[in-house]
């Protein structure tokens, strides 16, 4: 299964939590996100606040400097790749009664470091039977 | 599954191996652990030192800064938000024969990064069926 | 199952891409990568351009200084367990018809923070009967 999406800017946090809810068939186990972008990331958090995912790009952008790195004699985008090191492609979270069992202050957040791009997201679930 | 902790200080490392050890009712597979807080984590490194979880903290502390977000205007813990981020609320750890398939000098931290607060741990176990 | 490396350097990404993906078995499901080391780290990147591993080794070299952390009076190590919790040891991928759904630009890299030394990633496949 697939989720796509389209960033609108070159770094963004993009909720698809109820993108990926809508996905969820499985009654009990366990889903993975994993974006298959060398540039971009997945991260969980809170969205009850819209400052907070401008918080962490922030923080990020301030953190990894742009245009300092070897990579960058290639192609401008080192900065949007460390990033993605840093925060991971990859995340798991457990499902139950075919719900995620996230927090109530937790969210998923597609993190786009060098968008504008059309991007996907694969999803894989694992059932649990006990 | 879950597994209930109770933290003391605003951040600090809480070694939860042992409990996580005992949850475990698989042969063969992996089992995952899932914070369902934004303004915790999970990781894993060496509890031989006990300096060590400090050490992380104390890394943390100084990297991401305290008062100076969006965010801090509705609610002061922006810092614990960016941190969750940055380690990540999710982790995923082989079984066999029963046992997490941890290193020598690998322990499982539960990170408090706005305490002292209750806070719950889901245990997720998958089979692996050869 | 287990792949074996021998890092050669203190600090360096070593690609193991076609490692693992000569060990898939399952044809669709999830496989989960571990590396049972608390100085050392599991990611995902681009390869292509070979100063990209580079410039994250030199990131996180320039982020978490060497010999002054509380830990080091014991071991001369900390900043290396401080890089294993930041990028963390543990990655789950989803497989599809036997092949690893990695990106175009996305190569898995065994991170060595405190090298030379025989290092072990433990591999775990657990298969999605949908």
Known sequence: MEIFIQSKKREELIDITSMVEEK???SNGIVNL????ATAAITINENADPNLPLDISSFLKEKVKKGIWLHDRIDNNADAHIKSTLIGPSITIPVSN???LLGTWQNIFFCEFDGPRKRKIIITEVKNEA
């Open 34 to 37: 994993f974006v298959p972008h």
């Open 98 to 100: 075919k719900k995620l």
């Open 24 to 26: 969820i068939k499985i």
